[in-house]
């Protein structure tokens, strides 16, 4: 399994990121994802998550409105769509695969992570 | 939501010697859903531990994971060099899936 993420940056408070995930050596549309992202100094927390297929998605409350999740099946591919970004918002964000196609957020992959950081 | 308490925050050992490290959960954890993962700075995550005491896929067998219910344990029987790093438990039978703040294990 590999997990590669990409478009974190620096943004300032109320601007927007695109991140992506470019997932490789597993069948990627048989498995739900999610984001989990970790603050400076803080355990890590899970951001969103999305079923195999698409059609259901999940938010933690923190960022419900503000973010979407999506992937592409046919580009092998995960995105995090981040809008009105806070400076709490700050941290580094990791793409993960579940083991299951729905329902069980048990994270078996995870990438490298890229670095988001929102300034007032 | 589900919190999760780490203890200790640092566990400080030298190799060879066998480290414990506690999850306590703010209520019972449905399935002993209970997750390990290790972190070392700059690299991802590494799932060590699932369903509470299932070894992920080529974890060593020093590692171990047990309890029940609200109170979680794993164990590395005998530190090797590279098990110096961050561990972080993690529920899932709940929704939000949390995780804990972490135990330092180092030398």
């Known amino acids: 399994v590999q997990l590669v993420e990409s478009g974190g940056g620096l943004v300032q408070s109320g601007g927007s990121l695109r991140l992506s995930c470019a997932a490789s050596?597993?069948?990627?549309?048989?498995?739900?994802m999610s984001w989990v992202r970790q603050a400076p100094g803080k355990g890590p927390e899970w951001v969103s998550g999305?079923?195999?297929?698409?059609?259901?998605?999940y938010y933690t409350d923190s960022v419900k409105g503000r973010f979407t999740i999506s992937r592409d099946n046919s580009k092998n591919t995960l995105y995090l769509q981040m809008d009105s970004l806070r400076v709490e918002d700050t941290a580094i964000y990791y793409c993960?695969?579940?083991?299951?196609?729905?329902?069980?957020?048990?994270?078996?992959?995870w990438g490298q992570g890229t670095l988001v950081t929102v300034s007032s | 939501e589900v919190v999760l308490t780490q203890s200790p925050a640092t566990l400080s050992l030298s190799p060879g010697e066998r480290a414990t490290l506690s999850c306590g959960a703010s209520?019972?954890?449905?399935?002993?859903?209970l997750a390990w993962y290790q972190h070392k700075p700059g690299l991802a995550p590494r799932l060590l531990i699932y369903?509470?005491?299932s070894r992920a896929t080529g974890i060593p067998d020093r590692f171990s994971g047990s309890g029940s219910g609200t109170d979680f344990t794993l164990t590395i029987s005998r530190l090797e060099p590279e098990d110096f790093a961050v561990y972080h438990c993690?529920?899932?039978?709940?929704?939000?899936?949390?995780f804990g703040q972490g135990t330092r294990v180092e030398i």
């Open positions: 993960a695969k579940e083991r299951a196609a729905v329902g069980e957020p048990l994270f078996d992959s």
């Open positions: 050596r597993f069948t990627f549309s048989t498995y739900a």
């Open positions: 999305i079923h195999a297929s698409g059609s259901h998605t």
């Open positions: 209520q019972s954890v449905s399935k002993n859903y």
């Open positions: 369903d509470m005491s």
């Open positions: 993690q529920q899932y039978g709940h929704s939000p899936p949390t």
